[in-house]
């Protein structure tokens, strides 16, 4: 029952938060133009998607489109109440619950124009840290600041490796994301931190597969897909589940 009420306290809260996030889309800053393509020239992976679906609509016009401030808004409440009733009332919840409306935003505009505005992540991630480094004299142990350093600079180092090597399958907005991720799903524990980095692979690669296997088409395997909400998925299931799921495989 008192995991309930925090869910529920959590969920309301971050779903009025959400409901403000179109504002905050709708005020950022338009990234540079694709430039068109020369003839002859290979396309960037930038290119290749205004190629293929055509320019990113503005910010403004994404914020005010039908159902953009109901879906961000349900979202954000749904992850809030998850994290409320996974972390209780605890100072780590402070950490964590921005995450809802920040994540929701983020995914719905990475779904809607593959970006994943630094805009949104880093001053989400200086807040972090900020908890992180005053809740450090509260707790009286450094543990849990140093662990968050530790991921955010691990998971930053692998997904900036992985869009070195192919950036045309990861946009340097995920190299940011993950950090972020990174800092606060190791904050909580390495359990979290296993699961909430590596569940987005795994949810990202199984729709595509049996997609690929139902159609009969190797070339949507291909394809590229935003991996942000992917990323911020595994995020969630990995503060919800991450402990549980991570002791259940041990015992076993």
Do not use: N
């Not at 140093?146 to 192919?166: E, H, K, N, Q, T």
């Amino acid at each position: 029952m008192h995991e309930l009420m925090v869910g529920a306290v959590a969920g309301v809260g971050c779903a009025g938060l959400g409901a403000l996030m179109p504002r905050v889309v709708a005020r950022l800053p338009e990234p540079p133009a694709v430039p068109p393509l020369e003839e002859g020239e290979e396309p960037t992976p930038a290119q290749q998607i205004v190629l293929d679906e055509g320019p990113k609509p503005p910010y403004v016009e994404m914020a005010t489109s039908p159902g953009f401030a109901r879906t961000l808004s349900c979202s954000a409440g749904v992850c809030g109440a998850l994290f409320g009733w996974a972390v209780g009332w605890d100072w780590t919840l402070l950490l964590v619950l921005p995450l809802a409306p920040v994540g929701a935003a983020l995914a719905l505009v990475d779904l809607r124009s593959r970006l994943l505005p630094s805009r949104l992540i880093l001053p989400t991630l200086a807040l972090a840290l900020v908890f992180a480094l005053v809740a450090w004299p509260l707790t009286g142990s450094p543990d849990a600041l140093v662990r968050g350093l530790v991921g955010m600079v691990a998971a930053r180092s692998v997904f900036w490796l992985l869009w070195f090597i192919r950036s045309a399958g990861m946009g340097f907005g995920d190299v940011r994301l993950s950090a972020l991720l990174g800092f606060v799903l190791a904050y909580l524990g390495w359990e979290q931190y296993a699961v909430g980095l590596y569940s987005p692979f795994v949810i990202f690669a199984v729709p595509g597969l049996v997609l690929a296997l139902v159609r009969r088409d190797r070339s949507l395997l291909k394809r590229a897909y935003p991996f942000g909400p992917f990323l911020l998925a595994g995020a969630v299931i990995g503060i919800v589940v991450g402990d549980a799921l991570v002791g259940g495989l041990i015992s076993g």
